[in-house]
């Protein structure tokens, strides 16, 4: 397992290498699946969204801006904040948006920003969604205090993210032959395997969904539930303050 002494620089560091490839190689790994599970946390997460006529949203860990994307395509959404600690990654969002002719585009802002530390006032978001980033946050609980922080009274927040399976077999497949797969197919395609062997080694230390779930109801959520994709390999936690 890799020993990490500055995960936040580590993890800025890692995003920089692989930017431009890692579109690509979340299409690859996941065989295009990723989109779909992305959708699927933006329907979780904007149970609410209907009855608003200006919703504003914000993306944490934007990446390449996959999930803000989604966001803005929603008429009932007006503004979507976007951030990344990582400007390299941003650099390629603001690529693809740029590409993007159609009107919602314009709906979004991609700005530099950490989790731990949002430069946002608050009670300020009718939404919030995190995809594969809370995992890489060098202080959790920070994060979900500073999301509870941000979030309008009555929003929701879902997190995306890799999940821990409960039945014996499938963890046996995921573990030993999947999560096994993922540095090789990082050093064949991104020729970083440092990278993607973090990706399996940080669910060493991830909780599992039912136990994310809890430390939203430890913050002070009023509801939240987790629900598990691809038999539990990948889980959305799902919160409304």
């Known amino acids: 397992m890799l ?27 996941t065989f295009n699946l990723h989109q779909i599970w ?21 993306d944490l860990c934007t990446g390449t801006g996959d999930m803000a994307q989604m966001w803005a395509k929603k008429p009932q959404v007006s503004k979507v904040m976007a951030i990344d600690s990582c400007p390299p990654m941003l650099e390629e969002a603001e690529k693809r948006q740029r590409k993007i002719k159609e009107p919602w585009a314009t ?10 530390e949002l430069p946002f006032p608050d009670d300020n978001f009718d939404a919030i969604s ?41 963890q046996n497949i995921y573990k030993n032959i999947f999560l096994n797969f993922i540095p090789l197919l990082g050093s064949i395609f991104a020729g970083d395997k440092l990278a993607y062997r973090y990706l399996v ?30 038999f539990g390999t990948i889980a959305l936690v799902v919160a409304q303050k």
Do not use: C
């Not at 904007?46 to 504003?56: D, F, G, M, R, T």
């Not at 709906?107 to 731990?116: H, S």
């Open 38 to 58: 992305k959708k699927q946390a933006i329907e979780s997460a904007s149970v609410n969204i209907p009855y608003l006529k200006h919703a504003k949203v914000l």
């Open 130 to 170: 995190v995809g594969f980033g809370l995992r890489n946050v060098a202080d959790l609980s920070r994060a979900i205090q500073e999301i509870f922080r941000v979030l309008k009274p009555g929003g929701f927040i879902v997190s995306l993210d890799l999940g821990h399976p409960e039945q014996p077999f499938i």
């Open 3 to 29: 020993q990490i002494e500055n995960k936040s620089l580590f993890i800025n560091q890692m995003f920089t290498r692989i930017a431009k490839k890692y579109d690509f190689l979340n299409n690859i790994m």
């Open 107 to 116: 709906k979004i802002t991609f700005m530099p920003g950490d989790a731990l």
């Open 201 to 230: 080694d940080s669910l060493e230390t991830w909780p599992k969904q039912k136990e994310l779930s809890q430390m939203f109801w430890d913050q002070g959520f009023t509801r939240s539930y987790f629900k598990d994709l691809m």
